[in-house]
């Protein structure tokens, strides 16, 4: 295939430009002393949700699958993302991938005394950055409940958002955050290779099976696409995006050069289910090599805000572009 042909095609995924996010950085600090998992996702992603949800709840005490307001809540919007019977395609996707991403602050400390700090990285895709007031309130209020063994307390003490310029500042006291797209992120070039660095687990499934292996660049690129065709189609007002999705080629010209991806385990009980949840994935660097690269930049550069693979939630599927 010709670059020229891979250059219309790259044009052709037309749901890019329309995906727009923010991104907050909150900063808490003990009160009392706390104890958190080693991986952080999944106790700030439970915190703020039972915090979200005694905000917005308006029916307590019911299951939101059988609440009347299940598709106009604001908690069940990011937490269920339930797709609309009306949909055409709502068989297929009962639940839509869901519009926000929470990713721990980097480090392995568990163990914070009162006056230490910790926090996340809270990302908002598209119609969830309409939540924020509520959002903003629920940091507040998330110190109240606890986290952590024993439910111990906590409170904000610093809120940014990433600008433009992609660095952090303070959000304005009147108006909103900057709202990021590929339309305002500087897409770098490339020549013939590129290498990503997982920074957390990448959890790309193959017909249900979690795949532990290196990922082939095309295999990569059709899981990425269908993430962010998603998001931009449930979130951000695009078309529908099966069939450019299934229009993606088979570039088996670009081959693995390196990896150095292995695969973690990390297991966490959850009381809320009342299950253990798996993190296992990749993590570490894979470069692949080939010609036509520079034309997957912008879906690529994207990724590397929203993450790629399944539980992103938690944050899993970071991933950083090593030039």
Known sequence: MSRIFEYIFMNSLTFLPSVNFVRLQVTFEAIEPIVLPVYKGSAFRGCL????????????????????????????????????????????????PHPYIIDPMPGNKTDFQPGETFGFVLTLIGQAVDHLPLIIRAFYRM?????????????????????????????????QPDSLSIQNITVQELTDQITLDFLNPLRLKDEGNLVLDPPEFDFFIQRLAQRI???????????????????????????????????????????????????????????????????????????????????????????????
């Open 143 to 175: 110190g109240e409940k606890g986290i952590g063994q024993g439910r111990k307390r906590f409170r904000p003490i610093g809120l940014q958002a990433l600008g433009h310029d992609l660095n952090y500042g303070l959000i304005p006291y009147f108006g």
């Open 49 to 96: 949700g039972e915090t979200l949800k005694s905000e917005a709840c308006s029916n307590r005490g019911q299951p939101c699958e059988k609440c009347t307001e299940q598709f106009g809540c604001p908690f069940s919007q990011l937490y269920n993302s339930y797709v609309p019977p009306q949909h055409p395609n709502q068989r297929k996707y009962p639940k839509s």
């Open 229 to 323: 065709g998603l998001l931009a189609h449930f979130h951000c007002g695009a078309p529908w995006p099966e069939e450019e999705l299934k229009a993606l080629p088979k570039m088996r010209w670009i081959k693995i050069g390196s990896s150095n991806l292995q695969e973690v385990d990390w297991k966490r009980y959850s009381g809320t289910q009342d299950t253990t949840m798996n993190f296992d994935g990749l993590i570490g660097q894979i470069t692949w090599e080939g010609d036509g690269l520079n034309e997957w930049m912008p879906l690529l550069t994207l990724g590397s805000f929203l993450h790629a693979g399944s539980t992103t939630t938690f944050g899993m599927g970071k991933y950083s572009i090593v030039y």
